[in-house]
Nanobody, 123 residues
Framework: QVQLVESGGGLVQAGGSLRLSCAAS????????MGWFRQAPGREREFVSS????????AYADSVKGRFTISRHNAKNTVFLQMNSLKPEDTAVYYC????????????????WGQGTQVTVSS
């Protein structure tokens, strides 16, 4: 079992930056692939980014490529999402997720989820 706690959300103006963090419990964090998803009001949850167990593979949704960067620090059981050049359409609750199959950077099939952190981008 893995517990995930997101932080770093908030209110930012368009063009600004935020860095989300996700702290994971458990000694097996380094074996998991990690991902970020988001859900805007009235919309389905969507994939944002993922990273495999050692950071060697990453994946991004087309809508965030070139603006967002995912990274991880296994010794600190933490995954990050650096978000630059934020747009109002990035406004959503952002969720961290963990996948036991750690070799790849998947966009679906995650096993554990955090509670989410709100990101609001004003125009």
């Amino acid at each position: 079992q893995v517990q995930l706690v997101e932080s770093g959300g908030g209110l930012v103006q368009a063009g600004g930056s935020l860095r989300l963090s996700c702290a994971a419990s458990g000694r097996t964090f380094g074996n998991y692939a990690m991902g970020w998803f988001r859900q805007a009001p009235g919309r389905e949850r969507e994939f944002v980014s993922s990273i495999n167990w050692n950071g060697g593979r990453t994946a991004y949704a087309d809508s965030v490529k070139g603006r967002f960067t995912i990274s991880r620090h296994n010794a600190k059981n933490t995954v990050f999402l650096q978000m630059n050049s934020l747009k109002p359409e990035d406004t959503a609750v952002y969720y961290c997720a963990a996948d036991r199959a750690g070799a790849f950077a998947p966009s679906e099939g995650f096993d554990y989820w955090g509670q989410g952190t709100q990101v609001t981008v004003s125009s």
